[in-house]
């Protein structure tokens, strides 16, 4: 049965026109009634939600915002008024611009949303310029450290165990950082705990020491069979009869449904190319680092063990420029997920940043173990010229 989805409009004091879908629905007509029911539960939101705004009820405006965004995720007005609220309120730019991108996609020519992403865009890009500059200025910082500082091998050493307890624990393996790193240094198996995870920890193992033995010297020269090498190691020990292999068929992640297997061998041939590329090669390493863990995270060209290897490519990336290896902490593992589903929904830009975050966060733990004041080093190196120039490599390993 195919009906005309009932057009409801709402005028409020701020001028905004709420206005439901009017596509046509292919569907039981008690479930036409309900979809209708919750557009207009959302619009009948939003005002209630600049009512409270103009009140000065600032702690209930944003919930009565975000439930009616709940209702209706693709209303260009709630998305809008929403990100007029955070900017104005909250003084929240970067949020703000990501809902004030969103309605223009899904309405191109909503004029609130292009005034206000008019205003906010540039600002955006200067927070993010800086904040590059910042985590840049604090790697620059960490080479002046000698390489064989005491202080500096410790701290490298713990990040290696760290940064396989968390990726292995981000997919719900259930050690610990201490058995973890029992595991890598005794090579001994824990009674009572899985076999199949004990093999997961001895395959990241495997492929950071490959990434630091083999392919962080490789810039601008990474083959596909580097990355099946990666994932060979990586599912080696836990799943040997599908490591190193694309999947032969579809899978579904959640609400997300990767590329058919068919399209594989042309997508990851094209990630390659680009991977390689001047553009990439011309990005900041840490977007640069980002992207490509979006993009091979979002192809899924295996059936298990593709975080891992994404979040590996990540690091090679990161590597490469100077950077310490980042771990994505298992703390983390909601905002991680939710930064990749906005991505999904068409702004890469939150994951980039949160991809930095967690890098500024590995480079202050190095500076404070290293260092007795880095805010005062800190301050001297933005003093003098950026280097632009990868000056050495810092590799992470379970050497004392």
């Known amino acids: 049965m195919v009906r005309e989805g009932l057009c409801v409009t709402a005028h409020d004091p701020k001028g905004y026109i709420a206005k439901s879908s009017d596509k046509k629905i292919t569907t039981h007509p008690f479930a036409i009634y309900f979809v209708t029911d919750v557009k207009k539960e959302a619009v009948a939101a939003l005002n209630v939600a600049l009512d409270l705004q103009d009140q000065g009820k600032t702690d209930r405006a944003m919930k009565i915002f975000q439930h009616a965004l709940a209702l209706d995720p693709s209303h ?9 609220f955070l900017e104005l309120h909250l003084k929240d730019i970067e949020r703000a611009d990501h809902y004030y991108k969103i309605a223009l996609g899904i309405s191109p020519q909503h004029r609130r ?16 310029s800086k904040r590059f500059n910042r985590i840049d200025q604090k790697r620059n910082l960490l080479y002046t450290v ?6 500096l091998r410790r701290a490298k050493k713990e990040a290696y165990f760290a940064h396989i307890y968390h990726s292995n624990a981000i997919e719900g393996n259930t050690l610990t950082l201490s058995q973890t790193r029992a595991i890598i240094e005794t090579r001994v198996a824990i009674g009572g705990k899985s076999l199949v995870e004990q093999n997961e920890v001895l395959g990241l193992d495997a492929a950071l ?3 630091n033995s083999t392919l962080v010297g490789k810039v601008g020269r990474l083959t596909l069979q580097d990355l099946l090498d990666v994932h060979l190691r990586v599912l080696g020990f836990a799943d040997p009869t599908e490591a190193g292999k694309f999947r032969t ?7 997300f449904t990767p590329p058919a297997a068919v399209d594989l061998p042309l997508l990851m041939d094209e990630l390659m190319m680009w991977l390689n590329s001047e553009e990439a090669l011309a990005l900041h ?24 290897t994404s979040r590996l490519l990540m690091n090679l990336i990161l590597m490469q420029a100077g950077f310490p290896p980042v771990a ?6 909601m905002r991680y997920y939710d930064s990749l589903e906005l991505a999904n929904n068409g702004d890469i830009r939150p994951f980039i940043r949160f991809i930095a975050e967690c890098t500024e966060r590995t480079l202050d733990e190095y500076l404070a173990a290293t260092m007795e004041d880095p805010s005062y080093s800190l301050m001297q190196v933005a003093n003098k010229k950026n280097r632009t120039e990868r000056q050495r490599i810092i590799y992470v390993d379970n050497e004392s």
Do not use: K
Not at 146 to 151: E, F, I, L, M, V
């Open 249 to 255: 068929t579809q899978v579904f992640v959640g609400d």
């Open 209 to 211: 020491s490959f990434l």
């Open 146 to 151: 000698p390489a064989n500082h005491p202080a």
């Open 285 to 308: 390493p840490i977007e640069f680092a980002a992207l490509a863990h979006y993009r091979l995270v979002t192809i899924h060209p295996f059936y298990d063990g593709n975080g891992r």
């Open 113 to 128: 949303a292009m005034d206000n992403r008019q205003r906010t865009g540039p600002m955006v890009e200067e927070i993010d």
């Open 328 to 333: 994505i902490e298992v703390e983390d593992r």
């Open 76 to 84: 260009a007005d709630i998305l809008t008024a929403y990100g007029e």
